[in-house]
């Protein structure tokens, strides 16, 4: 009998050999274990399923509990490891394959093992199955529109292959959040089911691979994040991350109430806006903040006019590249930044920021400086005319009047609205602004219910990050949505859709990066991008604010240098309070 205890004890010890996860060590040490980091959030998720998140009141959420094979470097690179302990490529004359080895011993929150089957599955179902994304799978494909080969390499490795170059493989597949096999595998069958899985009502459902997972959410109010048990990631001191308890965000209607929350000490860090930041700076020392300034963002407000409106009168108008680029000229950037900014900002004119290596500077050569002489001049070369009380009107004599939103709550973009309409006054154009709630916003967009926005993207360090916004088929590219991008798009077939020799070049050229491996080629590919977003004005850009960020002391951030392309939770795992 003893011996038979002796034999189970071994079988135990070996199954929780095999159980330990391969560790990925943290370059950090010293940290307390314990604690809430209180955030804040301008409005409700709409969805958990990162396939069909779109907006970064949802893609916020997730980061924290979804997990990715590759992370990020402080540069905004994929080329970190994470749940894929070893990654690498090999090419042959012509193609490309790229490999991903998972670390053993990975679980979900719920207990289940991650394995290299996940991984497989969430690629060959949900990612590259167009029905299955909010985005469709433009990001897989090559230049002849074919996604890669997929193979299982052993019992740990991913291989997804390509019949010619293709650049970006360690972000698409890399930095592409997994989902679990055993939840999802039935699920997917039906596409309609899926995009209405892990939505906000379903919190109970979710379950986790990220440092954290959801513990509740209360609409309106706040939600709430604990540390995942499972979570594979330590610190070189052996302390198993994240060191905090929790993440609580806080859900703050606009941006005055959460600057006086954060000054309350109810929200641990803000990232604050231009207007703020001198007040904020000089209150620092005596309440003990840290400030940071860095260049400026990767991504900027702009305004963007529906190419598929419901009314065919203001289609003409908004689809005419004349009739943005002198709007574009109509609007004082310059004075924003020194009123509204404080200086902390730069007047953007096309669609990639000065922080990103593939910025050009011919786009400030094309002009756009602010001139409502040349904006009426541009217009009555064009073919527009002016009433007798001063009114514009469009080529055939109707009158130019339309509607502006955007999310209410959003000082910044509340302000660059104002100063919009100010300025279409100033050369005839009647504008009506309302402010809405951000996710009707996003629901109007996607709907095609809209005439004009202020709103924002992210941005990335590669243009080729925006190839959903950029792309004709792209989830996002949401001034001419294509009927032919998924089913939620098919009202556009009844708006006269139409698309632009350069909206075709532009589609041609995100193509064509994908699979352009050669740095110079790759360069002249973007410029060509740049300048022709820029010269039609397709969404009129307005101002890059500078990175900024302002945090308690007792919060420590491991990022010491936060950057437009990191942000300041960068690795959150190894952020801790005191």
């Not at 179902?125 to 985005?135: D, E, L, R, S, V």
């Not at 209410?408 to 300025?423: T, W």
Request: charged share 25%; proline share 4%.
């Amino acid at each position: 009998m003893k011996k038979l205890l002796v034999v189970l004890l071994v079988l135990v010890s070996a199954v929780a050999l095999i159980a330990e996860p391969e560790w990925l060590i943290e370059d950090v040490a010293g940290g307390k274990k314990g604690g809430v980091l209180y955030l804040s959030a301008l409005s409700d998720p709409k969805t958990l399923n990162t396939a069909w998140a779109q907006e970064t009141s949802s893609t916020d959420m997730i980061t924290w509990f979804l997990d990715t094979l590759l992370y990020a470097s402080n540069t905004g690179i994929a080329d970190q490891p994470g749940m894929a302990k070893k990654f690498w490529k090999e090419e042959t004359t012509n193609g490309i394959s790229y490999f991903f080895q998972l670390r053993g011993g990975l679980k979900w929150s719920d207990g289940h093992d991650l394995t290299i089957d996940d991984v497989i599955f969430t690629f060959d179902k949900i990612w590259f199955n167009p029905n299955m994304t909010a985005n469709g799978n433009g990001a897989y494909l090559d230049s002849q529109e074919r996604l890669p080969k997929i193979e299982k390499v052993g019992t740990d490795t991913v291989k997804f292959t390509y019949e010619e170059k293709f650049r970006q493989g360690y972000l698409m597949f890399g930095r592409g959040e997994i989902y679990p096999k055993h939840i999802f595998e039935k699920i997917v069958e039906d596409p309609s089911k899926f995009s209405q899985t892990w939505t906000v009502e379903q919190i109970d459902k979710v379950v986790a691979s990220g440092p954290f997972m959801i513990k509740e959410y209360k609409p309106g109010v706040r939600i709430v994040f604990e540390r995942n048990p499972y979570f594979y990631i330590k610190s070189k001191d052996g302390v198993q991350l994240p060191y905090l308890d929790q993440i609580i965000y806080l859900i703050v209607p606009d941006q005055n109430t959460t600057r006086l929350k954060f000054e309350a000490g109810d929200i641990d860090l803000l990232a604050p806006t231009a207007t703020e930041f001198p007040s904020l700076k000089a209150q620092a020392t005596a309440k003990k903040w840290t400030t940071k300034v860095g260049g400026p963002a990767l991504g900027a407000q702009f305004i963007a006019f529906n190419f598929n409106t419901e009314d065919p009168i203001k289609r003409e108008v908004f689809r005419d590249p004349s009739f943005r680029v002198a709007l574009s000229y109509a609007f004082d950037k310059q004075s924003i930044i020194d009123n509204l900014y404080n200086g902390l900002g730069e007047a953007l004119y096309g669609p990639v920021t000065r922080s990103s290596g593939f910025y050009t500077t011919e786009v400030e050569k094309l002009g756009f400086r602010y001139s409502l002489a040349t904006a009426k001049k541009i217009l009555k070369e064009a073919g527009y005319t002016w009433n007798k009380e001063g009114k514009l009107l469009d080529k055939k004599g109707n009158l130019i009047k339309f509607e502006l939103s955007t999310n209410a709550g959003n000082v910044v973009r509340e302000e660059i609205s104002s100063i919009f309409v100010d300025s279409c006054a100033k050369i005839g154009i009647d504008v009506t602004y309302r402010p809405i709630n951000f996710n009707t916003l996003i629901n109007n967009m996607n709907a095609g219910n809209y005439d004009s926005i202020v709103l924002g993207l992210t941005g990335g360090v590669d243009p080729g990050n925006g190839w959903n916004v950029w792309r004709l088929d792209g989830g996002l590219h949401f001034w001419n949505y294509s009927p032919e991008a998924g089913d939620q798009f098919a009202w556009a077939k009844d708006r006269d859709y139409k698309v632009s020799d350069y909206e075709k070049r532009i589609d041609e050229i995100y193509k064509l990066q994908a699979v352009t491996v050669d740095d110079v080629k790759l360069r002249d590919l973007f410029n060509e991008f740049q300048i022709l977003v820029a010269k039609n004005q397709v969404v009129i850009y307005t101002i890059a604010q500078n990175y900024l960020a302002v945090f308690k002391n007792t919060v420590h951030i491991f990022n010491e240098k936060p950057s437009p392309a990191a942000g300041m939770l960068w690795k959150p795992w190894a952020v801790w309070k005191e």
